[in-house]
């Protein structure tokens, strides 16, 4: 990772997931359904909520913030479902105006829970997380994929 600090490379995915979810619904404007940009997104999505459940929010916790983290983790199991529905509708291929509208309310979704990470969870992250959980961080932003059944602890 080029970017030593955590904060930024969570910063800069939430902005490339952005950009895939919202490649999808450009491409049902010009009246294309292509998929492949949703689930690029989506797996880097899901990815990334593991990466915050599993890595960084044991940090977080164990500075003294509980609060914000449950916050975050039960906004995971919103945005979570919200995402599988889009991906269920977008399977489909049968209504480009509710493959919109899950759309909308996963964005809707991302744009509150995101802006809140980046001010009040992210800030943190680079003085509470050790060196190890660091190294374990940048290796699944670089490398890994989501294991293979897992999903968010609001959903467990």
């Not at 294309?32 to 929010?57: G, K, S, V």
């Not at 914000?68 to 906004?75: G, K, S």
Request: charged share 30%; aromatic share 6%.
């Amino acid at each position: 990772m080029t970017d030593p600090r955590i904060a930024d490379a969570l910063e800069r995915e939430h902005r490339e997931i952005d950009a895939g979810l919202a490649e999808f619904t450009a491409a049902l404007d010009g009246g294309e359904w292509r998929t492949q940009p949703l689930l690029d997104a989506a797996a880097a999505l899901r990815r990334h909520i593991y990466i915050e459940e599993e890595m960084l929010f044991p940090a977080l916790r164990a500075a003294g913030l509980w609060g914000p983290v449950a916050v975050m983790l039960r906004e995971h199991g919103e945005i979570w479902s919200a995402l599988d529905e889009l991906e269920e509708v977008a399977g489909e291929q049968v209504s480009d105006d509710n493959a919109r509208q899950v759309y909308r309310r996963l964005a809707a979704l991302l744009e509150i829970h995101n802006d809140k990470e980046e001010a009040i969870l992210y800030p943190q992250s680079d003085t509470v997380v050790d060196e190890a959980t660091r190294s374990r961080i940048e290796h699944y932003l670089e490398h890994s994929t989501l294991p293979p059944g897992w999903t968010c602890q609001a959903l467990a």
